[in-house]
């Protein structure tokens, strides 16, 4: 290989580690608040983003619950989550998110069993997870190393959710849009009123909320 394409790959090669340290891998939540005596409901903890959010919650003091499907997969979670931060407060409540009935029995069973909640964490992201479990095993090869190459790791992929949690003094930003610990503009689009009015009375008729 001659001196040029060796220039290259170099050139190559430091562009990457700059885009992945300014761009891929993100800021990280600093803030030390502590969560004793609070209580998290997160869904999907069991894995990926959501897992590295309920462990990083937990290290914190707070009584994390995992909503999730699998039980297997939600106590093998918590098994890990439990033993890294040294919190025995973490648990496991089902729920089927795509079965509305799973959500109202988890809603009810919430209500008695809990007496409070101060952090709802409705997880759900695309950031190297285990999201591409469901992938064609044809499609893998390819998106396999595009996202260890290109997409942020879950921990890197749950720093803004810890922080939006965790960030003392931003309730008054409630409602507005935060990517990479920070207050972000959203696309035109998510600002259309009309099309959030379209959005919210056709999801309450999924919900069976409204004839």
């Known amino acids: 290989m001659d001196g040029l394409a060796l220039g290259g790959l170099a050139l190559l090669a430091g562009l990457y580690v700059w885009l992945y340290y300014n761009f891929l891998r993100g800021p990280r939540c600093r803030n030390g608040t502590s969560l004793r005596g609070k209580t998290v409901l997160i869904t999907g903890g ?4 959501g897992k590295a959010t ?13 909503a ?5 997969r939600a106590e093998a979670a918590i098994y ?24 109202r029995a988890f809603a009810d069973a919430f209500l008695r069993s809990e007496p409070r909640l101060d952090i709802l964490i409705n997880n759900a992201g695309i950031v190297n997870t285990e999201l591409f479990r469901n992938v064609s095993i044809w499609l893998k090869p390819i ?12 921990v890197n992929g749950a720093q803004t959710t810890i922080y939006c949690a965790t960030e003392e003094g931003i309730e008054k930003f409630s409602g507005h849009y935060f990517a990479n610990c920070k207050l972000q503009e959203p696309y035109h689009q998510a600002c259309d009123d009309a099309v959030a009015k379209k959005l919210w009375r056709f999801s309450e008729k999924l919900l069976g909320l409204v004839e």
């Open 143 to 154: 998106l396999v190393p595009f996202s260890w190459s290109f997409l942020r790791d879950p």
């Open 68 to 72: 999730c499907r699998s039980k297997a």
């Open 46 to 49: 069991n894995t990926g983003i």
């Open 80 to 103: 890990d989550i439990r033993r890294e931060s040294g919190n025995n407060e973490v648990l496991f409540m089902r729920l089927d998110l795509a079965d509305l009935s799973s959500v």
């Open 54 to 66: 309920a462990l990083d919650l937990a290290r914190r003091g707070a009584r994390v619950i995992l």
